[in-house]
């Protein structure tokens, strides 16, 4: 441990209290923690006093870079330091040996275990904040728990990597995690849950969770909400991550999904219940029956089969179909038939309509990843599947291979 490299820190409390008043203390497992509120001056310092890098030394990683959440933390630390406390969760650290006295805490051997890219993006936030007057009246505060683990023996060393394990282990959270809680998601578990499929009940679930439901039609938010999307714009947008649907900036898809665009839903029509339902199952039954099907085209039609490995292209494709036949939005009304999802593909009047419809979007697909195959310069598969132009180049082919004037009615 580095012993001789002394940290000072000097936590802040009510009515500017420092030192031993302002600090918390817990005894846990023969080691004590000590839990203070420090101003990111503190911060920058202890890490230019720790040699920089070497004080994540035990860290699980060193600073990853200006990725979009560093980014996102020093720009926060820039533009809202007073808000700062409240939107980060701290640093936690370890240390051979803390002194608590009167107005300060002086730490020995000072390691960061988790934190280390909210740190650096402090001092990266403290070198523009030098040159301008971002922290002239009020610098981030952060909440730092520090750990005393004494000793260089076996066991000490071994529990100070399990620390800094169990520290670091924590379950993703991902986009959509922040958005289950939206009004519009408890009135589609509501709406969906008024309905019955086959004799299943309906359960729309925003949440992630392992629970396991007997005898229901579970219906997973990233899969709603890439179905609404695709069907309504394209599968290009969030080919890269799904991030980009949980995203509740105008220039993310989140509002176009869950909302008119501008803001959230906070009602929901029986003519926009009845229409994303109904793409929903629609969308369903065709990538089912894609994904039973699709090994057919293997010893057919190699091509065929690379076309067709993405469904959402053929989502998306099924949607320029009925968009042309059914012009100036007239193709909801026939989509919000599908609503109670009491069909299946391929039975029934209703299925084999959908079926038709099935074959000629496929086709589509088909000849258009033909089409750029043998035409494109450097055709990529992969490329192919996510670039922008491919949703134009099936619009052009449904124009051109799709008869004017063609219905499909169910």
């Known amino acids: 441990m580095d012993s001789e490299i002394l940290i000072e820190f000097f936590p802040k409390g009510e009515k500017t209290q420092s030192g031993f008043g302002s600090v918390t203390t817990f005894s846990s497992s023969g080691c004590i923690s000590y839990v203070m509120v420090l101003d990111a001056g503190q911060i920058i310092k202890a890490y230019d006093n720790s040699q920089k890098d070497q004080i994540f030394s035990l860290n699980i990683r060193n600073y990853i870079g200006n990725n979009k959440v560093n980014k996102e933390i020093i720009k926060t630390a820039l533009n809202e330091p007073d808000k700062f406390f409240m939107f980060n969760n701290g640093i936690s650290c370890l240390a051979s040996k803390i002194t608590v006295n009167q107005d300060k805490v002086v730490v020995a051997g000072l390691k960061v275990i988790n934190g280390a890219q909210t740190v650096r993006a402090l001092y990266e ?95 997973k938010m990233d899969e709603f909400a890439k179905s609404i999307y695709t069907f309504l714009y394209n599968f290009v947008d969030f080919s890269s991550s799904s991030q980009f649907l949980y995203d509740r900036s105008l220039n993310g898809g989140y509002l176009k999904v869950f909302g008119d665009g501008e803001s959230g839903y906070k009602n929901l029509s029986d003519a926009e219940f009845e229409l994303f339902a109904g793409i929903y199952w629609l969308t369903k039954e065709i990538s089912e029956y894609l994904e039973h099907h699709r090994s057919d085209e293997l010893d057919k039609d190699f091509d065929a089969w690379q076309a067709l490995e993405k469904k959402w292209i053929l989502i998306y494709t099924v949607a320029d179909v009925m968009k042309f036949m059914y012009p100036e939005d007239r193709w909801k009304d026939e989509v919000r038939k599908l609503f109670k999802g009491d069909w299946k593909i391929g039975e029934d009047n209703r299925g084999e309509a959908i079926l038709e419809l099935y074959i000629i979007a496929k086709k589509i697909v088909v000849q258009t990843y033909k089409n750029s195959k043998k035409f494109q310069k450097s055709f990529v598969h992969a490329d192919w599947m996510k670039a922008k132009e491919t949703p134009l180049k099936i619009h052009y082919n449904v124009l051109n291979l799709v008869p004017t004037g063609r219905r499909i009615e169910w």
Do not use: C, M
Request: proline share 1%; hydrophobic share 30%; no cysteine.
């Open 125 to 219: 936030a403290g070198t523009i904040a030098q040159k301008s007057d971002h922290w002239k009246f009020h610098s981030p505060h952060i909440v730092v728990r520090i750990t005393e683990i004494e000793g260089e023996h076996v066991e000490a060393e071994d529990f100070r990597e399990r620390v800094t394990q169990y520290n670091n282990t924590q379950n993703l959270v991902k986009g959509s995690d922040f958005r289950t809680n939206d009004t519009v998601h408890d009135l589609l578990s509501k709406r969906f849950g008024k309905l019955s499929r086959f004799g299943k009940r309906v359960i729309y679930q925003s949440k992630r969770s392992n629970d396991v439901f007997r005898n229901a039609e579970i219906i």
